[in-house]
């Protein structure tokens, strides 16, 4: 059996080491290399199993464009301005591209549909398979509960993560707003402190917690009148996503050029 070479952008930190393990513990893929930063501590270094402290006969280096040369599929939880440059290492070798980059604009998502023309790419806010079954199940649930029943989306993550609301908790606002056939700008809540007034029916708000080293918490919430419904993902450990992402980086590469998701992965209807 042929073995699909997977390389890891960013594999030096939490997320990289999750995902060099990941990759090493499906038969299906082999690890053929992982970058850092130029100025990374790791630059020079072997490359080791995470759990073992096996030496993987792998070098850390900072050249990203040789790591998407040399494999089939590279996977990129980096941040916006580096998987966009990284978009095009891809491009020009017609490598397939993993991203779970948060934090993208609207102009830095417009890069990578059009990179999508001439690969194949997926890109998503969050690779666990359950929290893409929560996505298919927020827009159902919105679909079926009228503006009687008010949304509320609530995350919470480590200490250290930059962004906020998480691109998880935005795709659910997007999930829950697209049920609701309206868009997400025009009632997104993300802001609440003094006297704001009552909450405005049929706006989608957002709560956001950070502290500890929690990986990863949300819960959708549908508040009527003496009931609720509440949807809720918590997840353990990081490699719930890189196990996500190296099922993608499997079952991309060898599809058409195209801007793919969960959704497609899994199967999941998208209407």
């Known amino acids: 059996m042929t073995q699909i070479k997977i390389g890891v952008v960013g594999c030096g930190g939490r997320m990289g ?47 990203a464009e040789e790591l998407f040369r040399l494999a089939d599929a590279v996977v990129d939880f980096t941040c916006p301005t580096a998987t966009i440059l990284h978009s095009g290492y891809a491009r020009k070798y017609a490598t397939a591209h993993i991203i779970g980059t948060t934090g993208m604009s609207l102009d830095d998502e417009a890069i990578l549909g059009d990179a999508a023309q001439t690969i194949p790419m997926v890109y998503a806010s969050n690779y666990s398979l359950s929290v893409n079954l929560m996505f298919h199940l927020t827009r159902q649930a919105a679909q079926m509960l009228d503006e009687d029943f008010d949304i509320e989306i609530c995350e919470m ?33 993300r802001a609440r402190d003094g006297i704001t007034g009552e909450r405005k029916r049929g706006n989608i708000g957002f709560a956001v917690l950070r502290g500890g080293n929690v990986a990863g918490e949300h819960t959708v919430s549908f508040n009527a009148p003496d009931e609720r419904l509440e949807i809720t993902h918590k997840a353990g450990d990081r490699s719930i996503f890189a196990r996500g992402a190296v099922k993608a980086a499997l079952w991309v590469v060898d599809k058409p050029a195209g801007l793919y998701g969960m959704a497609d992965i899994l199967g999941l209807s998208k209407d």
Do not use: F, Y
């Open 17 to 63: 080491q999750a995902l060099i393990k990941a990759i090493l513990a499906d038969d299906k893929a082999c690890l053929s290399g992982g970058t850092e930063r130029h100025d990374s501590p790791w630059i020079g270094s072997m490359i080791r199993h995470p759990d073992t402290g096996a030496d993987l006969d792998l070098v850390i280096s900072d050249d």
């Open 157 to 189: 993550h480590h200490r250290h993560k930059v962004d906020a609301p998480s691109g998880t908790a935005l795709a659910l606002g997007q999930e829950a707003a697209r049920g609701r056939g309206v868009n997400l700008d025009q009632v997104s809540d």
